[in-house]
């Protein structure tokens, strides 16, 4: 069983900063992509940023510039840097990953997703 438990949501004000983390604990082989999607009320999750792990990223447009993922492998931990937060960024935000599993008969790579944090960007 592979679990990813997310932390580092609040309440923030325009313009401020907050910074999400989520941990991946398991029978873990390997980790490959891992990523950050985002949902708000009434609308489609949407995909915020994703890295490699070899550490190649991509963002969406609307974060480019503000938000910076990173990954540290030791601890099998994703992070998300969100700086000069705007209103419009207010939604749950939830990682996932693709994870290399011990398993019978033999090790898959399944995705797996966390439960979800809100980030809620207000005056």
């Known amino acids: 069983q592979v679990q990813l438990v997310e932390s580092g949501g609040g309440l923030v004000q325009p313009g401020g900063s907050l910074r999400l983390s989520c941990v991946v604990s398991?029978?873990?082989?390997?980790?490959?992509?891992m990523g950050w999607y985002r949902q708000a009320p009434g609308k489609e999750r949407e995909s915020v940023t994703s890295?490699?792990?070899?550490?190649?990223?991509n963002y969406a447009d609307s974060v480019k510039g503000r938000f910076t993922i990173s990954r540290d492998n030791a601890k099998n931990t994703v992070y998300l840097q969100m700086n000069s937060l705007k209103p419009e960024d207010t939604a749950v935000y939830y990682c996932?990953?693709?994870?290399?599993?011990?398993?019978?008969?033999?090790?898959?790579?399944?995705?797996?997703w966390g439960q979800g944090t809100q980030v809620t960007v207000s005056s």
């Open positions: 890295i490699t792990s070899g550490g190649s990223t």
């Open positions: 996932n990953a693709w994870v290399w599993v011990r398993a019978s008969p033999s090790p898959r790579q399944q995705i797996y």
């Open positions: 398991g029978s873990i082989i390997s980790i490959n992509v």
